[in-house]
C-alpha cells in the first residue's frame, strides 16, 4: 500500500545532541511537509519541498534543518539550537504543490527530553 | 493572510446526537478548504475537501461540511455521533500562497471532541 512512513514512532534527545527524524513516501508525490504539533496549538509549519533539492523555511525553522535528495525522502534534523524540541512531529505529501491538492500525513514521531 | 477560527477547543456529545464542528475562515481568495481527523498518537487523515463546485460536501464516515462564502464558514456536521468519532478535528484552508507556496495549508487549532455513552 501506498503511504508515508515515519520513523522512529518515539526518540529521546539528550542535551547538546541532534537527531533525525526520517519521512519516506511512496505515492510519488512531489511536495513534502513537515509540522509541528503542541497541544492546543494545533499544526505549524517547519519546513517544505516543493520538489527535489529544493526547500523553504516555514513558520518556525529556527533549530531545525531538512534535506531532500531523493524525491521520496524528506528527512528532518532537530539540532541542540532548538532549546524547546519537546513534540510531535508529522511529515506530510502532497502530489503536487498546489492549493486543490490534500496533503496526507504520516503517523508521527513524538520527541521528548531526557 | 489566510487565517482558520475553530470555535470551542472541546465539544462534547451524547452518542446518536447531532454533531457540529464549526470553521470560520479568513481568505482574501477564493479558499480551498479541508477538514482532517487525528486519532491520539496518529496522523491525520482527510475527512473532506471542499475545491469547487458544489457547495455541499460529503466525506468519510458520514461527515459532511457546507461551504458558506457569505458566513465564511466550512462547519463538519454528522447526524448521529458514535464512539469511535471521538477525535481531534482540524479545518484547514489554502489558495492563498501561503508561506510562499501554493499548496500550503493554514490549520485551525483543533477540536477535541468527546463521545458520551
Known amino acids: 500500500d501506498g503511504g508515508i512512513t515515519q520513523s522512529p514512532k518515539y526518540l529521546f534527545r539528550k542535551e547538546g545532541q541532534n537527531v533525525t527524524l526520517s519521512c519516506e513516501q511512496n505515492?510519488?508525490?512531489?511536495?513534502m511537509y513537515w509540522y509541528r504539533q503542541d497541544p492546543g496549538q494545533g499544526l505549524r509549519l517547519i519546513y517544505y519541498?516543493?520538489?527535489?533539492?529544493?526547500?523553504q523555511k516555514g513558520d518556525i525553522a529556527e533549530g531545525y534543518s531538512v534535506s531532500r535528495e531523493k524525491k521520496e525522502s524528506f528527512p528532518l534534523t532537530v539540532t541542540s539550537a532548538q532549546k524547546n524540541p519537546t513534540a510531535f512531529y508529522l511529515c506530510?505529501?502532497?502530489?503536487?504543490?498546489?492549493?486543490?491538492?490534500?496533503?496526507?500525513f504520516g503517523d508521527g514521531t513524538r520527541l521528548s527530553i531526557l | 493572510a489566510q487565517s482558520v477560527t475553530q470555535l470551542g477547543s472541546h465539544v462534547s456529545v451524547s452518542e446518536g446526537a447531532l454533531v457540529l464542528l464549526r470553521c470560520n475562515y479568513s481568505?482574501?481568495?477564493?479558499?480551498?478548504l479541508f477538514w482532517y481527523v487525528q486519532y491520539p498518537n496518529q496522523g491525520l487523515q482527510l475527512l473532506l475537501k471542499y475545491t469547487t463546485g458544489a457547495t455541499l460536501v460529503k466525506g468519510i464516515n458520514g461527515f459532511e461540511a457546507e461551504f458558506k462564502k457569505s458566513e465564511t464558514s466550512f462547519h463538519l456536521t454528522k447526524p448521529s455521533a458514535h464512539m469511535s468519532d471521538a477525535a481531534e478535528y482540524f479545518c484547514a484552508v489554502s489558495g492563498e500562497g501561503n508561506g510562499g507556496s501554493q499548496g500550503n495549508l493554514i490549520f485551525g487549532k483543533g477540536t477535541k471532541l468527546s463521545v458520551k455513552p
Open positions: 481568505s482574501s481568495v477564493p479558499p480551498y
Open positions: 505515492l510519488n508525490h512531489d511536495a
Open positions: 506530510a505529501s502532497q502530489r503536487v504543490p498546489t492549493p486543490n491538492q490534500p496533503q496526507h
Open positions: 519541498s516543493q520538489i527535489v533539492n529544493d526547500f
